[in-house]
Every structure is written in structure tokens, then in C-alpha cells.
């Protein structure tokens, strides 16, 4: 444990400038300054947040920083206690608010005449700063303070552009929801002070005897569902599909790579730190979670593979993530109940790998979304096209996100992934048949998750970047910024470095979270292994072998190609087959409903889809000759108009006949204040 100047500096320089970041701006009047004095100080704060955690989780240090205001009431206090576990999500922050800040420079043009950047540049730096002091809270106080900080400025983000009405909608469902959550956080804090006496986490991390199995069971549960809420598991997910397309794309960003892991730090810090599995007893724990984090992948890439909104297809596959996520925590917490601690370290190794993974390729891939509606000013996947020859740098770096996140080698999703499938596959050495059956359901989920998102990418970038334009804002489209570019670039970066060499994920996540490093990759020479028995493995992958393979083989067809082709061949150019119809144009080609077709059709009691056909004859007098048929087909989200809609229907005229109370008569308000009184004398004497 340490209190020294050279870390305690660096925290502090960076919340400086992100202050700075935030207050800026206000000063100025806007334009080109404000953008550069908003994002230029949160850049360089992102990087001051990686130098520290990254040099905090390799030591195996502790930083230990107090408020220098004393608090009125001594639970009220504001601490900070960084240790390894909150480093390694600091990192993730620091790296995703590193490139979403440069791509911002260049972003916020969108808004020069819409809104004004000041305010968007104050919530973004106190938004990325709130997040950065939730990992660092060392009590349950500060982190609801900062907590609070977070989903109201993430809240101002989402209904930035609150002219239009859907936002506001939005944003609503997501305070609520997130207040929601809150709310069952709070209880959870409660339980466990109620048991130590104490809002510090200190106090929480008490000898598992001292706490009774109960407690940490209501803990555990009640930290679930606040912590599940935000981080958008079915069936809680219903604001961010939502939220996450209405807010600003820089923000989407933030919000779906970042904010959410927030939510996950704070499951992780519940479930490990302060309630710990210790016994087979708490093994349904993890199933909860293996359970949870299997609906919610299949729900969400499900959803994800029929949207035609890229940016709510985006969203969707948050979900489907985070699912996956939470998936390798339960796998971790049932190895552990049973004393599998090697096939728990695999687990977690899986888990918090696929957080790190899903950061680098979500903020890629949102803000490659951003720069297709910063040139074409739609999200319609219907309405673009063409794309790759007009936007080439942002076709090229979104590909590398989507063949990232649709678990391909050699980039990082398939490292993930892979170690995920190996938890799942390990799952026999569980001494439990129950148990064993239920998480072979749960591999057959992940297996339909992991192809059914690879065609939902093959879709997206498809029909957004290849064929022709379907739009006229699509044919006069041009390249972003340079900036913009720029912060795209280290987000890519991070996806090849994580999937090529792995040997530097894994040792941070080793080192963050106390793992054997005998038993996970620490060396860029030694290969991934699940372990078996002592010296031996169920199976092992070396990346940079399967990169070197798979390079071999591009630069051998790339060669065939180049000598072929440069032989004097004739050459010989023919019309393509038009079936009869003439000159092909944008309406012959597939759009992103008939691609996702066959899924809509195979999953219909999920999707519950519409289909409406509008026909135009020739004549009027002949109905039969058609000129022209439109075929139009909706889907609904059955969470949406089904569970929500009932609930809040419910709630709705419950609280219309609570309100027939309020007659505005002051004889009636007296009575029910005389009634209340008599209600508290009775409670009075009642209890002793």
C-alpha cells in the first residue's frame, strides 16, 4: 500500500484537467476554440488515467487519497482507494476516452450551428471524470455521488439534441430506469452496513465469517439487479437501445464502451470483493449470472441482426456483450464455489478480457457510426451504400471493428471468445450433473450468439459501405475530418494489438486481479493454455502464430494475383446479367431487411413482425395489371410493448386513483393528517 507523491500527482493533475476540460470552455464563445479547449484537456487527462492505473496494476500498488475537506458526519466522507481491480476499469476509461476525445475535435462540427459546444464539452469531460471517480470511490457515499454524477450528465448527453421529441422520450425511459437502479444499489450498500456498521468498503471487505450467508446473499441480489440495470441485461436493458442512438455519437461511444463497465465494475467489486463465493453453497450465484448473461447475449444480437438504425443496431449488440460479460463472472463464481480456482482464473481471465475487447471495438465501431451520420446525416442502413469508395479510411476502420466483434482471428473479439468457449467447454469438471446440463444450454446460446452476430456485421457493413448508394446523401458523401480518423485509428490500434498480442491483456488482468501468472499468458512467446491437470493442458493457441499463418496466406493470394494479372492477358468486358430488366439500379439490390429476413422469419414469436403491401395498378380499371408493389415489415420489441408497456399501464392508473385524494379541499388534507397522526401513536405504543 502506498500514499506516495508520484501517483497521488497524477490523480490528481488528471481530475484537474478534466475540471479544466469542463470549465473551459465556458469562458469562451464557442466555435473551433471551444472544441479544442474542451477535448485537448480531456485527451491529456485520458492519458495521465492510463499512465496511472496501467503503473498501478503492473506494481500490485495501492493508492490510498482522502479529501482535503474534513465531512460534517464521518459516513458522509469522500475517499478515494485505487487498487488493482479499480485500475484495470480506470484503464478502460482512460484508453476509450483517449480516442473518443481526439475523434471529438473534429465531431463536434456537427453541432456548430445546432447547439452550443460549450455545454456539450462541459458534460462530456464531467461525464468521462464521474466515471474515473466511481472505479476510484472508497466508500459507499462517494460512489453514489459520483454515481449520481454520471447518469445525470449522461442524461443531459442523451437529450442533447432535444428538438426532437424521441430523445426526450429517451432520455426519460433512461433516468427512470437508472434511478431504478440506483435505488436497489442503495440497498445493497445498505445490507451490507446495517451488518459492519460502516459505509466504508473496508468495512465490507470484512472475513466472510463475520458476515452471515444470508446478508451476502440479499447483497449479492440486490447488486445484481442495481448493477444488471445499468449495465443493460435483459430484461433491463429497455433504455438503452434507447439512449445510446439519441445521444451524440461520441457519447454513444463513451456510453456503451465505458458507462456500462462501470456497471460491471461495480458487480465485479460487489460479488468478489465484498461478498466472495466461498462454498458450493453460493454456486447459484453464478448460475444467476450464466443464466442472465445467456438471454441477454442471444436477446441482444438477436435484435442487433434485424435493426436497420445503425447506431440502435450498435446498441442492441451492447447487450449481446455485456452478455457475454457476464456470462465468464457467473463461470468464474461456479468454478470458484467448488474450489476450481484454476478454471475460475480462466473464467474471470475471459470475462474482464472481453470487457477490454468490447471497449476498443464498440467506441471504434460508434464512432464509425457517427462519421456516416456526420457526412450523411441519416442512421438508415436503407439509406446508404456505396460508402467504401467515397469514406475509404472509415469504411477500412470500421471493418476491422466489425470482423473484431464478430469474433474473427486474428484481432481481439476471437481471443475473448475463444477463452469464453474454453470456460464453457471445462464446465464438466463441475462435480455437479445439474449444473453441468445447465451450462451446456448456455454454450449452445453462445455458440447461436457468436454466428448469428457475425452475420449481423456482415449486414451492417455490407449494405452501409458496399453496392451502390440509395440516397443522394450517400452519392455526395466524402471523407471525415482528420481528427476524426484519428481517434478511429487508436481504437483499431487497440483491436489488433489486443488480438495479435494478447500476452499484454492478460498480463494487466493477471496482475489487476491477483491471478496465478503460472497459470495465464504473460510472455508474447508463450501460447494461451487452459489448464488441466498440474503441467499439463485442455488446449492451448498461440496468436501470434495464427497472425503470422494468416498473413502468410493474404500476401501468398495477393502474390498469385499481382503475377497473374500482370501477364499479358486479354482482357474481355461484358454488361451484367439484368435478367431482363435493363439498366440495374439501387432498388435491385439487397437491403437490410431482406437480408435479415430469414432471421425474422425463424424467430417470429420473438420479433412479432408486421407486414404491410401497397400495391398501384397500371389502371384503375384493372386492379389485376400492377404497376408497383411496396412491401413494408416492422418488428417490435416485445420487452418494449409487452412487459413495459403493461407495467407502466399498471402503474399509470394505479397512482390516477391515488391522485382522487387530492380533492384541494383543506378539511380533507387536515382528516388525513389527523389519520396519519393516529396511525404513529398507535405504531408508538405497539412497539416497544
Not at 208 to 227: N, Q, R, T
Not at 311 to 338: H, M, P
Not at 443 to 459: E, P
Request: positive net charge.
Amino acid at each position: 500500500m502506498i500514499f506516495g507523491d508520484g501517483y497521488s500527482t497524477l490523480f490528481q493533475a488528471s481530475v484537474l484537467l478534466f475540471v479544466t476540460g469542463a470549465l473551459l470552455p465556458l469562458a469562451l464563445r464557442g466555435g473551433k476554440k471551444a472544441a479544442i479547449a474542451s477535448f485537448v484537456p480531456s485527451a491529456l487527462g485520458s492519458l495521465l488515467l492510463v499512465a496511472l492505473s496501467a503503473s498501478l496494476a503492473l506494481s500490485g500498488l495501492t493508492l490510498e487519497i482522502s479529501s482535503p475537506f474534513a465531512a460534517p458526519v464521518p459516513l458522509l466522507s469522500i475517499e478515494f482507494h485505487i487498487d488493482g481491480m479499480a485500475a484495470f476499469f480506470m484503464l478502460i476509461i482512460g484508453l476509450v476516452s483517449f480516442a473518443v476525445s481526439i475523434y471529438s475535435i473534429g465531431y463536434v462540427g456537427e453541432y456548430s450551428e445546432k447547439r452550443s459546444k460549450r455545454a456539450l464539452g462541459f458534460l462530456f469531460n464531467l461525464f468521462v471524470l464521474s466515471m474515473f471517480l466511481v472505479t476510484a470511490s472508497d466508500n459507499a457515499f462517494s460512489f453514489l455521488i459520483f454515481w449520481e454524477a454520471m447518469s445525470l450528465a449522461s442524461f443531459f448527453l442523451v437529450i442533447c439534441e432535444h428538438e426532437n421529441e424521441s430523445n426526450i422520450r429517451s432520455g426519460m425511459t433512461y433516468i427512470v430506469m437508472t434511478h431504478l437502479g440506483t435505488a436497489f444499489i442503495i440497498g445493497s450498500f445498505l445490507t451490507l452496513y446495517f451488518q459492519t456498521g460502516s459505509l466504508s468498503f473496508d468495512s465490507f471487505r470484512s472475513p466472510a465469517s463475520s458476515v452471515p450467508a444470508y446478508i451476502k446473499d440479499i447483497a449479492f441480489v440486490l447488486a445484481f439487479i442495481g448493477f444488471g440495470t445499468k449495465a443493460g441485461l435483459v430484461p433491463l436493458h429497455v433504455w438503452l437501445p434507447q439512449a445510446h442512438p439519441s445521444a451524440p455519437s461520441n457519447v454513444s461511444a463513451l456510453m456503451s464502451a465505458v458507462m456500462i463497465k462501470v456497471a460491471i465494475y461495480g458487480l465485479v467489486r460487489t460479488t468478489f470483493d465484498f461478498a466472495g463465493p466461498s462454498s458450493p453453497d453460493s454456486a447459484w450465484w453464478g448460475m444467476l449470472l450464466v443464466v442472465a448473461g445467456s438471454v441477454s447475449a442471444l436477446i441482444g444480437v438477436l435484435y442487433a441482426a434485424i435493426e436497420k438504425d445503425i447506431k440502435r443496431a450498435l446498441a442492441y449488440s451492447s447487450i449481446e456483450n455485456i452478455g457475454i460479460v457476464v456470462l465468464g463472472l457467473g463461470l468464474s463464481i461456479t468454478f470458484a464455489s467448488f474450489g476450481l480456482q484454476a478454471l475460475a482464473a480462466i473464467a474471470l481471465l475471459a470475462s474482464m478480457y472481453h470487457s477490454l475487447n468490447h471497449a476498443a471495438f464498440k467506441s471504434l465501431l460508434f464512432m464509425g457510426a457517427g462519421s456516416i451520420l456526420y457526412r450523411t446525416h441519416t442512421k438508415d442502413m436503407e439509406q446508404l451504400g456505396g460508402l467504401a469508395k467515397r469514406m475509404p479510411w472509415t469504411a477500412l476502420l470500421f471493418l476491422i471493428g466489425a470482423v473484431a466483434i464478430s469474433g474473427l482471428p486474428p484481432l481481439n473479439g476471437f481471443v475473448s471468445e475463444w477463452l469464453t468457449v474454453q470456460a464453457l467447454l471445462s464446465s464438466y469438471q463441475v462435480p455437479n450433473v445439474a449444473l453441468q446440463i445447465s451450462i451446456s444450454f448456455a454454450s449452445i446460446a453462445f455458440a447461436l450468439t457468436a454466428g448469428i452476430a457475425l452475420a449481423t456485421f456482415v449486414k451492417m457493413f455490407g449494405i452501409t459501405f458496399l453496392s451502390r448508394p440509395r440516397s443522394e446523401a450517400a452519392t455526395h458523401a466524402k471523407e471525415v475530418p482528420k481528427a476524426m480518423i484519428a481517434g478511429m485509428g487508436i481504437a483499431a490500434a487497440l483491436c489488433v494489438a489486443f488480438g495479435v498480442l494478447p500476452f499484454a491483456a492478460t498480463g494487466m488482468i493477471s496482475a489487476s486481479f491477483g491471478l496465478d501468472p503460472q497459470q495465464l499468458t504473460v510472455s508474447p512467446f508463450d501460447p494461451l493454455a487452459v489448464p488441466y491437470r498440474a503441467g499439463e493442458a485442455l488446449s492451448n493457441m498461440s496468436m501470434p502464430a495464427v497472425a503470422v499463418m494468416m498473413g502468410s496466406v493474404a500476401a501468398a493470394v495477393l502474390g498469385f494475383a499481382f503475377f497473374a494479372g500482370s501477364r499479358q492477358t486479354k482482357r474481355r468486358v461484358y454488361g451484367t446479367w439484368d435478367c431482363g430488366f435493363g439498366a440495374l439500379d439501387e432498388r435491385m439490390q439487397y437491403t437490410a431487411g431482406s437480408l435479415s429476413q430469414p432471421i425474422r422469419s425463424v424467430f417470429r414469436a420473438l420479433y412479432r413482425p408486421r407486414m404491410s403491401v401497397t400495391k398501384e395498378p397500371h389502371t384503375l380499371s384493372n386492379p389485376y395489371a400492377i404497376k408497383s408493389a411496396r412491401v413494408e415489415s416492422e418488428t417490435r420489441d416485445v420487452f418494449e410493448e409487452g412487459l413495459y408497456s403493461h407495467t407502466v399501464g399498471a402503474t399509470v392508473a394505479f397512482f390516477d386513483k391515488i391522485r382522487k385524494i387530492q380533492t384541494g379541499k383543506v378539511n380533507a388534507y387536515l382528516l388525513y393528517v389527523m389519520i396519519a397522526l393516529a396511525l404513529l401513536l398507535l405504531l408508538a405504543r405497539l412497539v416497544p
